[in-house]
Structure formats: structure tokens, C-alpha cells
């Protein structure tokens, strides 16, 4: 089974329907979860209801880790390592983390896929073989913040990149 999940604020949840329904034309799954901020909760669920999609789990943020949290480490992190900080790039930062944080608690013996959420399935992918995950990787996509970020933590330039930050992956355990 998959568990597919997505990291949504309000602002950005007009395709959570069309999503969800994509999801279940084209996989046999276990769950989709959706990782809001713990003060949308309301309206989430208000949402999730008027558009008769009510099997979404909405999971809070701060379930894994807050913003302020958040922050705070990667202020600390960034002065330790000398890294610019940027205040513009916080919250995607902030998004990466949560999705990381999801595949820890949830990959035990688990098939995982996060997917944008506005990333509607037009047919199926094959996300798994032989019990791993299968990595996709794009040719015109390329987030080049996520670049140096994993250049600082590694410590180590790269010549050639590919950048697998595209609007799905998958992760065993």
C-alpha cells in the first residue's frame, strides 16, 4: 500500500479535491494526508467536508515541528556553518523539513509518495520496483536553492546536478 501525502497551506488547497480524486482513479493506497498549519485546521476541515473528500488525514505542522521551531534552528545551523541565511527561502526550507519529517515517522515498512498539492494525476506512475522506490529526476526543473543547501551539508560542489525537486516522489524505508 501507499501512503501519499502532501504539505498544503489554505491559500494553495483549491486542487486538494481534484488531487485526492486523481489519486484514487489511478492507485490502490492506504491513506493521503495532508500537513497544515495547526490554525487552518478549521477551515481545512470545513473545506474537506463541503468538497466530500473527508477520508484526507490533516496532520499539523507543529505535529513534526513549528515554524518558530523551525526557524530557530535554522538560524542556529546557518551562524554555526557561516551559510547566508535567507529570510525569503524560510518557508520553502520550512516545507522541505516537514516533508523529510513525515517520511521518518511514516516509512516503517512503508511505501511513501508526497505530491504537490496542486499536482492532479493525469495517469499513473510507477513510483516502486522490487520494493524500492524508483527516482525521477527533471531536465528543465532545477531549484537551485536546493542545490547549494545540499552542497553546504554534504561539503561537496557538484559538477553535474539533476534535480529530482519535481512535483512527486517516493521513499521506502
Do not use: H
Not at 20 to 44: A, C, G, H, R, V
Not at 61 to 66: A, C, R
Not at 116 to 128: E, R, S
Not at 136 to 152: G, M, P
Request: proline share 2%.
Amino acid at each position: 500500500m501507499i501512503f501519499f501525502f502532501s504539505v498544503c497551506k489554505f491559500e494553495k488547497a483549491l486542487y486538494t479535491p481534484l488531487v485526492y480524486k486523481s489519486i484514487l482513479k489511478f492507485y490502490n493506497f492506504s491513506s493521503y494526508s495532508l500537513i497544515i498549519p495547526d490554525d487552518e485546521m478549521t477551515i481545512f476541515r470545513r473545506f474537506i467536508l463541503e468538497n466530500n473528500v473527508n477520508k484526507i488525514i490533516l496532520i499539523p505542522e507543529s505535529q513534526f515541528i513549528s515554524f518558530e521551531e523551525f526557524k530557530n534552528v535554522y538560524e542556529n545551523f546557518a551562524s554555526k556553518l557561516k551559510i547566508e541565511k535567507s529570510k525569503t527561502n524560510l518557508g520553502w526550507y520550512y516545507q522541505q523539513i516537514l516533508k523529510l519529517a513525515y517520511c521518518i515517522e511514516y516509512s516503517k515498512n512503508a511505501n511513501i509518495v508526497m505530491v504537490d498539492a496542486d499536482t492532479i494525476f493525469l495517469k499513473k506512475v510507477n513510483y516502486f520496483a522490487n520494493g524500492k522506490s524508483i527516482v525521477y529526476s527533471s531536465n528543465y526543473e532545477r531549484n537551485i536553492y536546493y542545490k547549494y543547501l545540499c552542497e553546504d551539508i554534504f561539503q561537496k560542489k557538484l559538477k553535474k546536478w539533476k534535480s529530482s525537486t519535481i512535483q512527486t516522489f517516493a521513499i521506502t524505508d
